[in-house]
């Protein structure tokens, strides 16, 4: 595909700069390579913190009592006492933690007006599956039992979308999660038709890459032509789509994951949940670090703020 050709001036001036500091290739490096060009991407493009914005680091201890599981709490100066939000941060399960998606934890905060806690789970591939998912299952438990008369919205993006829609089927019985919002997420689609050849060599994330995330996080138990959990969780003879909680999904356009977000939401749909999906014209998987460089960008963000407010309603 000719992508200067369908995405926006702006949305092009961001991708050039991302590859400035993460050029293409950059995943293939090793890994303490691949870590720090990241570093110094989410560094590039952090924005000013909102004002009268509380910001603590905590820490929960994990399950087995051996390790502990960081978390940042983000309080706007005036907040829902109702709902509490909670961030799975994205990096293809390898990358990230609180200060990759520092400033736009902080920014989804002070624009939904409710407390979010960031989860700093455990890596691939020091740690694959089902050790980041239950980090982030100890974290939830504990933000639940702290925020014990406000209900949960999860939200995640890529990475931490499928940590989001794991945990979100997981506790759905459990824990008082009022919806989930996926931003461009890997969710175990085949990766061998659609959107994953349609956008093979796609900017900021190729089919390759994509395919490294699952290796990743399932090691060589990890097979990129089958469908994996969580879409392969979402048929009605298994937990029926009622039983999810109501899910708002949001695609990139130019991106080799934009299927998984619509075959997610239709199986939900047909399963009889609530669940429907937004895909973004012309944008490219991580656009959510150019929210203050490109007006398109910009309006996705804003399409994701009134998401979460539709679910804290």
Not at 67 to 83: F, L, Q, V
Not at 157 to 163: E, I, K, P, V
Not at 219 to 241: E, I, Q, R, W
Request: hydrophobic share 40%; aromatic share 8%; glycine share 8%.
């Amino acid at each position: 595909m000719d992508y200067p050709s369908v995405m926006p001036a702006g949305v092009l001036k961001f991708i050039q700069m991302t590859e400035r500091f993460y050029a293409p290739g950059a995943a293939t490096l090793a890994l303490s390579e691949t870590r720090q060009a990241y570093d110094q991407l989410c560094r590039a493009f952090e924005a000013p913190i909102p004002q009268n914005m509380a910001i603590k680091d905590k820490a929960v201890l994990g399950r087995d009592g051996d390790h502990e599981i960081g978390i940042r709490c983000y309080s706007p100066e005036k907040s829902n006492a109702d709902y509490i939000l909670i961030y799975l941060h994205g990096g293809g399960f390898t990358l990230g933690g609180l200060d990759s998606h520092h400033s736009i934890c902080a920014d989804i905060a002070y624009r939904c007006g409710a407390e979010l806690v960031a989860v700093d789970y455990r890596l691939a591939p020091e740690y694959r599956f089902p050790t980041l998912l239950e980090d982030a299952e100890d974290a939830l438990r504990w933000v639940a039992a702290a925020y014990s008369d406000q209900r949960l919205v999860i939200i995640g993006d890529s990475a931490g979308a499928w940590l989001t829609a794991m945990v979100s089927r997981a506790l759905a019985s459990e824990l008082p999660i009022a919806g989930q919002v996926l931003i461009y997420p890997w969710l175990g689609g085949a990766a061998t038709e659609g959107s994953y050849i349609e956008h093979a060599n796609a900017p900021l994330l190729s089919l390759n890459e994509a395919i490294a995330c699952g290796k990743a996080l399932y090691g060589d138990a990890y097979d990129h032509k089958t469908v994996s959990p969580p879409l392969a969780y979402t048929n009605a003879a298994d937990t029926g789509g009622s039983s999810f909680p109501p899910t708002r999904a949001f695609a990139a356009e130019c991106d080799p994951l934009r299927d998984d977000a619509a075959a997610y939401c239709d199986r939900l749909s047909a399963a009889g949940g609530d669940a429907s999906v937004i895909v973004e014209k012309g944008l490219p998987h991580g656009y959510l670090r150019g929210r203050h460089q490109s007006v398109e960008i910009a309006e996705a963000f804003e399409h994701i703020i009134d998401a979460v407010i539709g679910l804290m309603r």
